[in-house]
């Protein structure tokens, strides 16, 4: 599972196994707590990220949503910047 970006403790990847599925969507992990966002709505579809975790998620993807997108449809997974 390829790791796209990191920033504030979170590690936010992208997986390409069979079992994956619509809607694109990235995973989060942060200490103990799972997300799992939906890149084009934001919302958070399973998981248990903090509030203040997902405010922060929602707002990075929001930047990268279309190079999010893009990697989802071609598979070519590249690293993106942290949020600032």
Same mark, same amino acid.
């Not at 958070?44 to 929602?58: F, Q, S, T």
């Given at each position: 599972m390829?790791?796209?970006?990191?920033?504030? +403790? *979170?590690?936010?990847?992208?997986?390409?196994? +069979?079992s994956?599925?619509?809607?694109?969507?990235?995973?989060?992990?942060? +200490?103990?707590?799972?997300?799992?966002?939906?890149?084009?709505?934001?919302?958070?579809l /399973?998981?248990?990220?903090?509030?203040?975790?997902?405010?922060?998620?929602k /707002?990075?993807?929001?930047?990268?949503?279309?190079? %999010?997108? !893009? *990697?989802? !449809?071609?598979?070519?997974?590249?690293?993106?910047?942290? %949020?600032?």
């Amino acid at each position: 599972m390829p790791t796209i970006s990191r920033f504030y +403790g *979170m590690i936010v990847k992208m997986y390409f196994f +069979g079992s994956e599925h619509n809607p694109p969507h990235i995973h989060v992990v942060y +200490g103990e707590y799972i997300g799992v966002i939906d890149i084009r709505t934001l919302a958070m579809l /399973e998981g248990d990220l903090p509030d203040k975790a997902l405010k922060l998620v929602k /707002e990075w993807v929001s930047i990268h949503q279309k190079a %999010l997108l !893009e *990697m989802w !449809e071609s598979q070519n997974i590249h690293t993106l910047p942290p %949020l600032d």
